[in-house]
């Protein structure tokens, strides 16, 4: 249904963003449902049945092969000391999607899904500044396909047909997965934001073909609002200061080099931030009912 091209060849993304650290993302089985039985699968459940789904689904490794492989994305700045440092970060080249190389959705989710997939794989999500560069150095920039607003903008149905869009697109372009794309989804980051303002779910991005986005960081809905617009994209945790490697959420904690990372400067206690948005509450989210209403 959502086939590309095969994978290129990245010996730069090789050199430092090496597939040990992909190491926690379980292989994907043979029997596992490609893009199309997903979307029948959750056909008629609500959205916290969907979400379980989605959260199981790529807990178990249903992700694409071109989803494990990162690139490099280079972010060079002065730290507060005012001494110049380079950070290089590790990507996935595009948001997650549930399925195979042949037929694969870009799956939009909640905050607390995206949290504890991260956390489970070994990555974090980017900030808003992660973004701004993410988009930069892409190698395919896809201009944004904003839908009608409404209440459908949650449905599966208009993941399906933003999806399609997409894959016009990437066909338009010739491009193959495995390449840093971006511009095509609004990004879940992270931000001091959700500190002071629990229970919600921070946006950016969209960026248009001047660079610009259309969202800016917004924490306007709450933690479980996904629509077709979202995407998330994971950063490894292993960042490299200098070529020298890092905890990432170490880096965002430091009051020297969080400001290369993020224009917010340091966000204290990443690590309880992000257990207390994210993992705690997936588990209270899996005991919800699955109702077989509601989305189409």
């Known amino acids: 249904m959502f086939c590309l091209l095969g994978l290129p060849g990245t010996a730069a993304a090789d050199s430092l963003c090496n597939p040990s650290q992909l190491r926690q993302i379980p292989v994907r ?83 607390e899904t995206a949290l504890v997939v991260a956390d489970r794989f070994g990555f974090v999500l980017p900030t808003a500044k992660i973004v701004d560069a993410i988009y930069r150095q892409a190698a395919v920039k896809l201009p944004p396909q904003p839908l009608p607003p409404g209440s459908r903008m949650r449905t599966t149905a208009y993941y399906l047909d933003h999806e399609q869009r997409v894959e016009a697109q990437m066909q338009e372009r010739t491009a193959a997965p495995g390449a ?86 340091p966000i204290p206690e990443l690590d309880r931030l992000i257990a207390a948005l994210g993992p705690a509450k997936a588990e209270q989210l899996a005991s919800l009912p699955v109702s077989t209403s509601q989305l189409r």
């Not at 979400?51 to 694409?64: C, F, T």
């Not at 779910?201 to 073909?209: D, E, F, P, S």
């Not at 995407?231 to 290369?260: N, Q, W």
């Open 29 to 111: 089985s043979a029997a596992a449902l490609p893009a199309e039985g997903f979307v029948q699968r959750v056909k008629g459940m609500n959205e916290a049945g969907r979400e379980k789904v989605i959260r199981s689904e790529l807990l178990a490794g249903n992700l694409p092969r071109f989803l494990r492989r990162l690139t490099p994305v280079t972010l060079n700045g002065k730290g507060a000391d005012g001494r110049p440092v380079e950070v290089t970060l590790c990507v996935l080249p595009d948001y997650l999607a549930i399925g195979s190389d042949q037929d694969f959705l870009r799956i939009p989710m909640g905050l």
């Open 180 to 265: 840093l794309i971006a511009g095509h989804k609004k990004d879940l980051v992270i931000t001091e934001r959700l500190r002071r303002i629990p229970g919600r779910v921070a946006i950016y991005g969209w960026h248009r073909t001047n660079g610009k986005p259309i969202q800016p960081l917004s924490t306007v809905h709450g933690a479980r609002y996904a629509d077709y617009s979202h995407g998330v994209r994971l950063v490894s945790d292993v960042a490299y200061v200098d070529g020298e490697p890092r905890p990432l959420v170490r880096l965002l904690e430091d009051p020297r080099l969080a400001p290369v990372l993020n224009d917010e400067g």
